[in-house]
């Protein structure tokens, strides 16, 4: 997503939002709530990154205690031009990835302990090639944004059903109606905006993920077993932070399958049928673009860094 799309998408939502505050307060109620949508982009941008990586409480990793995973990711983004960004690792059994970060410069990619114990290198290739193209598009602050004002959107719409909804209050200019105007539209449409972009990004990662790591059925295979994953094992800390959910490259609340308009990822064998025709297009993927670890190792231990249930430590396996 570039610049321009990325303004034009935060200036509607900033407008939606005054738009709450006016039908609930009139025009002083705009006032404020222009202010609490200037206040909270600002604070979204500096520190959004770091309220995500401590929501799952995720853990930076680097060449000595995680090399293999750290050089996947430096090949990576050497390949797509990309500064090279902090790399994490959160302990979860669900495998999952996702970016964060206000701009390239300031990016971070975190993966599960469980990506890394399900996945082969391969497949851990494709993955963070996809995160790394929604860096590259500067999704990852476009869409922390956007779900702070759809959150906050929706908060607004509960104020009005207390605030707004009194007869005597003399500063809502469309009475009942502006009420429930607040309270269902508004809301509705942020969410249908925010769901909008957030699976168009994903197709667009993909695409962007393929070319980076230089073959489609690496990250297509990946989708796959991720998807199944993230349908058997429960992410508690992923239900325990709902607005998160679009961040991860496999919705995490769920195994969520209809393609349709209320869901936060597109369809995955959608997804998985463009990878695989990407591929038959004729892509050139008869050499590996990515250094990785020797394929035919079939254990799929994680690194030796510490991230693990109770601050155990898990043993060591290809990628340490």
Not at 92 to 111: E, L
Not at 213 to 232: D, F, Q, T, V
Request: aromatic residues 8%; hydrophobic residues 45%.
């Amino acid at each position: 997503m570039n610049l321009v799309r990325t303004a034009m998408l935060l200036a509607f939502m900033t407008a939606l939002f005054m738009f709450v505050g006016f039908l609930i307060g009139g025009r002083g109620g705009m006032m404020i709530a222009f202010l609490l949508a200037a206040g909270m982009n600002f604070f979204s941008y500096w520190n959004s990154g770091n309220m995500v990586l401590s929501a799952y409480r995720a853990q930076e990793v680097d060449e000595r205690n995680a090399p293999e995973f750290y050089g996947i990711v430096r090949d990576l983004s050497q390949r797509a031009g990309l500064p090279m960004p902090k790399v994490y690792l959160y302990d979860n059994p669900q495998p999952n990835a996702f970016a964060t970060g206000r701009n390239p410069q300031n990016a971070a990619v975190a993966a599960s302990t469980g990506l890394l114990q399900v996945l082969s290198p391969e497949e851990v290739a494709g993955v963070m090639a996809h995160e790394l193209a929604h860096v590259q598009n500067r999704d990852t602050l476009t869409m922390t944004i956007t779900a702070t004002l759809a959150g906050a959107i929706s908060m607004l719409g509960n104020f009005a059903f207390f605030f707004g909804g009194n007869r005597e209050n003399n500063n809502n200019p469309l009475g009942f109606i502006g009420v429930l105007a607040a309270m269902i539209v508004a809301p509705l449409a942020a969410m249908l905006v925010q769901m909008a972009i957030s699976r168009t990004r994903e197709y667009s990662a993909d695409r962007r993920g393929a070319e980076i790591c230089g073959n489609p059925l690496w990250l297509a295979s990946a989708l796959g077993k991720i998807a199944r994953g993230a349908a058997e094992v429960p992410n508690y800390d992923a239900e325990r932070n709902p607005a998160t959910a679009h961040m991860f490259i496999i919705n995490p609340l769920s195994g969520e399958r209809m393609d349709n308009l209320f869901s936060t990822h597109p369809n995955t064998e959608n997804r998985i049928a463009a990878l695989r025709e990407m591929a038959a297009g004729g892509m050139n993927i008869s050499t590996p673009p990515v250094r990785t670890a020797n394929p035919s190792r079939k254990s799929r231990s994680v690194p030796d860094t510490g991230v693990g249930r109770g601050g155990s430590q898990p043993p060591k396996g290809p990628w340490s």
